[in-house]
């Protein structure tokens, strides 16, 4: 039955220990840490994913001192008792799963005035300068990394990981332009990594020799002064002949302009790095970033690049994923599309992880898709997110399903969104909410736009209208010019577009358009060689942190593009907390030139007139595109109202003012966890 996925599927000694698989959850800090019932909830949330067949898992990072962060910590015996409930909720769930504690301590990003570092350098993104830690401070910090790993143990964890890259605590005494001591602590490379080998020494000698004990080192950590490959290697090399069971590769500084998540960044990009470690030691070596399909881990492990794969974001997405990946049925696998919207970007603003295709993700407790207590006949007008959603969800608790869309394609918006550079990875939405809509036996009308008839001639106990939205057309003097064309006519490839364009509007679906039209080539994320020659990344060479340092060269169309809005806050600061630097960068790198405060005049034959700032400009045109936001369309809602039948609105027909995808998606699987 695993014949698919032989090396997946195959068992790994781990210290003194042995792992199921080879699919590891990787630790993501999802909030549940500091919620008040907080045990009951972690508990909810790993049993599901232990239960889904992974070989371990690492929890989110738990601080080891109390300037670790604003995180939950475990420094003394009165915080074991939380942390046992989780161990022994997930063992005795699946006593074959090994439950990892990661221990962080985010240095200089922990958010507090009383933050550390070894030099007091403030990092871009932390809120503090860092205190200099003194000789004494730093044996207090080891210290405490030694007693928090004890007291993982006493908790009843089966090992626990130490972060030591991303640009915390750790990783800035690695570092020369985090740490600029001159003690024996900093200057040279032996004085640099002392702090690591030192707490690892400690670590071991507090939990003794059957205790998995993982480190996360980075690996290219994308900073010009970052680490240097010799460097990466003789850090890994100290750390396994210190007691190492295991080092787990890391491909990040949080204040690097390099993405290495996102979807954008194509899949198992960086595995090739793990590889060239793993030849370097004789302990296992765990690969991360982008791996979100079992096809893909496989490969990765086949070709030698790892010998465990860390998916985090996939086990939000989908907590079944490895069993459904053993039984053959990885075409029900609810893939992560590495959007970062509901899960990093909440994490970054300090709101509760979940993901968008899976609403459930951290909120297990509280959404819960349970047997219907009776049994419906549902209509559900529309296979957009919503719809689907809706449908899925319906049907899972023995509802009978009919859903109807007026395209000859499941999808709605997802079918533009999946033909924009950089989200090929919609597609594997799409497929999974098609098979799903197979396997319960949803009745899938396509081609059929279901009007008051349709609904009143299936005699359907309950009727859900998911029909989305219709593009906002903006009263502007010339709308109606034949240079004027919607988004969806460019994305379908229904309309020519000039080589002079203005885009009305830089939202998300302007920023996409824009993508699109001046984009070239392959797409960087389906190809790794693309991907590292646009972001200044050299795999083959490893300079300093991976990185070149110079501007990266881009592919583009030529077109002359401006992408404006009406507001005067810089254009796409509305887009994602994690992902929206990227799209600004990739634009700016095309030469589109974004303009904030336009008060539309009119169009014409010479192009979009506005006055920005008071003076009148004229962004010459050959095409403009209107991007302007969406209406809802509740056209067959109002219908069926007005003939006395009731209908449940869901997804951008209920509301389109600052609809995406997650709040689609969320809306109606819980309108249809209560049906
Ligand atoms: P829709 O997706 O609009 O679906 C409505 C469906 O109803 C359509 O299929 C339509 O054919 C059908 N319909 C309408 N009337 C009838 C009728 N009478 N009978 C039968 N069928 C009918 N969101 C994100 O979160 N992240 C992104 O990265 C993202 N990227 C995007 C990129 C682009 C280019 C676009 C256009 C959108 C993007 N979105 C993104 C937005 C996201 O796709 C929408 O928020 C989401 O699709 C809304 O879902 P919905 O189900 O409410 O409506
Ligand atoms: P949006 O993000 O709300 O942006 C609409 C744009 O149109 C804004 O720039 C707005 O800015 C402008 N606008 C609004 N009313 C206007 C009017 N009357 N005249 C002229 N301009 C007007 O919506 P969207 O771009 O249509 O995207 C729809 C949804 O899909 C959004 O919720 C978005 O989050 C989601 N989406 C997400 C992504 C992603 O990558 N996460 C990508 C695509 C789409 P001004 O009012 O300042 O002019
Ligand atoms: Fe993946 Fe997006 Fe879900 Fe995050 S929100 S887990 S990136 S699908």
Redesign the pocket.
Known sequence: MTSRYPHVFSPLKVGTTTIKNRILMGSMHTGLEDVPNAAERLSAYFVERAKGGVGMIITGGIGPHPTAGNGAKLVDADDVAMHRQVTDAVHEAADDVKIVMQILHTGPLAGTPDCVAPSPVKSRIGRYQPNELTEEGIEEQIAAFARCAALAKEAGYDGVEIIGSAGYLISTFLVSKTNQRTDRWGGEWANRMRFPVEIVRRVREAVGKDFILVFRISAMDMLQEGLAWDEVVSLAKALEAEGVDVISTHFCWHESFVPTIATMVPRAAFAQVTGRLRKQLSIPVITSNRINMPSVAEEVLARGDADIVSMARPMLADPDLVNKAAEGREDEINTCIG?N?ACLDHTFTGRLTTC?VNPRACRETELTIAPAAAKRKIAV???????LAYAVTAAERGHAVTL????EEI????N??KR?PG?EEFYETLRYYGRMLDKLGVDVRLG????VDTIKAGGFDHVVV????APRTPPIPGIDHAKVIS?IDV?TGKAEVGQKVAIIGAG??GF?VAELITHAGKSSALDVDVFAKEWGIDFKNHPRGGVTGVTPEVATSGREVTLLQRKETPVGQGLGRTTGWTHRITLQRRGVKMVSGADYVKIDDAGLHAVVGGDPVLFEADTVIVCAGQDP?RT?HDQLEAAGISSELV???FESAE????R?IKQATECAAAA
């Not at 109807?404 to 395209?407: E, R, S, V």
């Not at 059929?448 to 009007?451: G, Y």
């Not at 998911?466 to 939205?469: C, D, K, N, R, Y």
């Open positions: 959007c919207q968008l007008v529309g296979a957009g997110p919503a719809g109807f869309d007026a395209a999808g709605g918006q997802f533009y969104a924009i989200k059929t736009r279901a009007d998911a029909t989305g939205i988004y994305i998300g679906i996409d369309l067959l997804g951008g027909a609809l995406d995808a997650k689609a």
